[in-house]
T-cell receptor
């Protein structure tokens, strides 16, 4: 079975550019999560969706970050404009059930983002 | 605010030895989950504990949920090089909008052959 699929795996871009990260959750999963991982801050939840609806976006750092889930099989995380401090590994995860904290989550391989 | 904390941050283990890593929450948890992340990899779900005092085993790994459901532990016996990685515990942070999983800082395990 296919797991969570993220693209691109690596992204290197210059400060000020728009960055779009993509995620395809596991088929049948109705919850989707975007995380950011850095050495300093660990694994942080940015936003999560349930049935394509954003439930909690309190972890989104600032207005430069936005996320969408137009359908059950696709989500994007966009950073515009990007800054060097956005450099991190971004993970997408999916799960079943309606509550974000009560279900096991299946992570994708992540996107390693470097902003120069 | 509600936090999930793990100790130790780093664990150097001689191959073949046992060790335990601990997870503590500032509030009672409805469940605790454990994940393992290999170097350069992504977190992989290991197990979920729900009941007070629950103990679950996966081969050489033993997971325990505290009686008060505020702490948990992971014990690994006869450590192998395949156990290298960072082990995270995670618990739900209860908010008005629904709860979300809060990860501890992780215990990074290094195995000396």
């Amino acid at each position: 079975d296919a797991g969570v699929i993220q693209s691109p795996r690596h992204e290197v871009t210059e400060m000020g550019q728009e960055v779009t990260l993509r995620c395809k959750p596991i088929s049948g999963h109705n919850s989707l999560f975007w995380y950011r991982q850095t050495m300093m801050r660990g694994l942080e939840l940015l936003i999560y969706f349930n049935n394509n609806v954003p439930i909690d976006d309190s972890g989104m750092p600032e207005d430069r970050f936005s996320a969408k889930m137009p359908n059950a099989s696709f989500s994007t995380l966009k950073i515009q404009p990007s800054e060097p401090r956005d450099s991190a590994v971004y993970f997408c995860a999916s799960g079943t059930g309606g509550s974000g904290g009560n279900q096991p989550q299946h992570f994708g391989d992540g996107t390693r983002l470097s902003i120069l | 605010g509600q936090q999930v904390m793990q100790i130790p941050q780093y664990q150097h283990v001689q191959e073949g030895e046992d060790f335990t890593t601990y997870c503590n929450s500032s509030t009672t948890l409805s469940n605790i989950q454990w994940y393992k992340q290999r170097p350069g990899g992504h977190p992989v779900f290991l197990i979920q504990l729900v009941k007070s005092g629950e103990v679950k085993k996966q081969k050489r790994l033993t997971f325990q949920f505290g009686e008060a459901k505020k702490n948990s532990s992971l014990h690994i016996t006869a450590t192998q090089t395949t156990d290298v990685g960072t082990y995270f515990c995670a618990g739900p942070l209860i908010k008005a909008a629904g709860n979300k999983l809060t990860f501890g800082g992780g215990t990074r395990v290094l195995v000396k052959p």
